[in-house]
């Protein structure tokens, strides 16, 4: 029996013509299987080298931006109006969203090396103003997109009032022009209401120089005349204590200062009064801190921006008026003290209203 099996298999695997049992077909079938794909690969999984990843990251990332630039060139082509509006938005995300990383970085420094508001470079003061002022009108549109489907209704509101309800990130170049100014004309009727608040006040200044210098400067100003640097800092004293000190205003001249200064009005007087010498404040510091800096470290769209946030309609001005009036207002509000800062609120008025170049 021994002797019929070694037989059938020396048969089988030398291709006799006998036919094996089922049981020799099954295991010759196995050992063939075996030799023709070599040894049973490990239970162990092989990764893919980082050469690899980094491959199919980039070749992912180079069919988005394909895929993305046919995209653009399609609303070009067939929606000219949208494709502006989408790329103005799509732009303003990324200003948004890098401003937000640069104000997290200049708190987290601030935190660590014990760094107050008024200490921090002037750049840095300016993007956290900016920034605060910027998440503040965002913050409106937050809370009216909290209701159900009140998003599209949010949408809408920013097409039909993008002046109102948007910050400059998402404003198109000419926007930003028309915008401003209307802004300035808005803060321009303030104006004579404030100089003639300044007239009423006159006969209340105790000392007869200080009076007569009030009234020679209001009518200065009154007849088209922009006033010196001395003109003005003479009457510092009028401005710390009665009749026009910070806590001597009356609430309609606030109201006519905080639309001066493009703040909102309708709140009540004390409030007005905080958020004034608040406001007037860190104008002040940061003018120590761009003095300490100077003006011609500055570039043109940042000197534009500081005389437009002091008061004058910078944006059909020459950037060499822009540099020289920004020098007369640093040389008056580096010379106010604390106790003085009325006059630097007030100054938003007599330095810029006439102005050489400010549209009338």
């Known amino acids: 029996m021994a002797l019929s099996r070694v037989c059938w298999a020396r048969a089988a695997l030398w291709g006799s013509a006998v036919t094996p049992g089922p049981h020799v077909t099954r295991k010759l079938q196995l050992v063939r299987c075996g030799l023709a794909w070599g040894a049973p690969r490990s239970s162990k999984l092989h990764l893919s080298p980082k050469a690899d990843v980094k491959s199919l990251i980039s070749y992912v990332v180079a069919k988005t931006k394909v895929i993305n630039g046919k995209y653009h060139r399609f609303l070009g082509r067939h929606f ?103 802004y300035h004309a808005l803060r321009k009727q303030s104006h004579p209401e404030i100089l003639c608040y300044l007239e009423k006040v006159i006969p209340l200044v105790s000392d007869a120089g200080l009076r007569g210098h009030m ?57 007005l009064r905080h958020r004034l010498r608040t ?41 060499e008026r822009c540099r020289t009036w920004l020098g007369e207002w640093l040389q008056i509000s580096c010379s106010l003290k604390e106790a003085e800062l009325s006059l630097l609120l007030h100054n938003v008025v007599l330095l810029s209203v006439n102005y050489t170049g400010t549209r009338r």
Not at 127 to 135: A, K, M, S, T, Y
Not at 144 to 161: K, T
């Open 80 to 182: 000219p109006r949208f494709y502006v509006l989408y790329t103005v938005f799509m732009k303003g995300l990324q200003m948004i969203w890098a401003d937000a990383k640069k104000a997290r970085r200049i708190k987290t420094n601030m935190w660590k090396h014990n760094i107050k508001f008024h200490q921090l470079p002037y750049r840095e003061m300016e993007h956290l103003r900016q920034f605060r002022r910027d998440v503040t009108k965002c913050l409106f549109l937050g809370i009216i997109s909290i209701p159900p489907f009140a998003n599209y209704l949010v949408f809408l509101l920013m097409y039909l009032f993008p002046r109102q309800l948007l910050i400059q990130h998402f404003w198109t170049p000419k926007q930003q022009i028309d915008f401003l100014d209307i």
């Open 279 to 319: 406001h007037t404040t860190v104008i002040h510091q940061l003018d120590k801190a761009l003095a300490k800096l100077g003006i011609g470290q500055l570039s043109p769209q940042e000197v534009k921006s500081a005389c437009y946030l002091r008061g004058l309609n910078s944006t059909h001005i020459a950037e």
């Open 215 to 271: 009234m020679e400067l209001c009518t200065k100003i009154q007849h088209g005349t922009h006033p010196a640097i001395h003109d003005i800092l003479a009457l510092r004293e009028c401005f710390s204590n009665h009749p026009l000190g910070m806590k001597q205003l009356h609430a309609l001249q606030m109201k006519a200062l905080s639309r001066a200064m493009l703040l909102t009005p309708y709140l009540p007087s004390f409030l």
